[in-house]
Nanobody, 124 residues
Framework: QVQLVESGGGLVPAGGSLRLSCAAS???????MGWFRQAPGKEREFVAA????????DYLDSVKGRFTISKDNAKRTVYLQMGSLKPEDTAVYYC??????????????????WGQGTQVTVSS
């Protein structure tokens, strides 16, 4: 059974930083990986993704320049470094494992496995 376990969420003041981690039971070296988020009353939205190699990334426009996605394949862990956080970044953040040898995708249907999520709350 594939498991993705997110950690690193919490409460942070506006302008602060957090690093989310996603520990995977599958090999991250041959899959696209992504981060999504869902705020109360809203649909789940794409945040960031990387292709299977790790050399190509894509970001939601509102997080470009503030968030960085990366993979440590030896640790089977994906990270989302978040900086200059804003109250509108408040949401549950989900890690997702995409298709084998896939590219970064904004579509939830392109992801095969999902974590349970970690709460990020940014206070104003």
């Amino acid at each position: 059974q594939v498991q993705l376990v997110e950690s690193g969420g919490g409460l942070v003041p506006a302008g602060g930083s957090l690093r989310l981690s996603c520990a995977a039971s599958l090999r991250t070296s041959d899959r696209a990986m992504g981060w999504f988020r869902q705020a109360p009353g809203k649909e789940r939205e794409f945040v960031a993704a990387t292709n299977w190699v790790g050399g190509s990334t894509d970001y939601l426009d509102s997080v470009k320049g503030r968030f960085t996605i990366s993979k440590d394949n030896a640790k089977r862990t994906v990270y989302l470094q978040m900086g200059s956080l804003k109250p509108e970044d408040t949401a549950v953040y989900y890690c997702a494992a995409g298709q084998l040898y896939g590219g970064p995708s904004r579509e939830t249907r392109r992801y095969d496995y999902w974590g349970q999520g970690t709460q990020v709350t940014v206070s104003s």
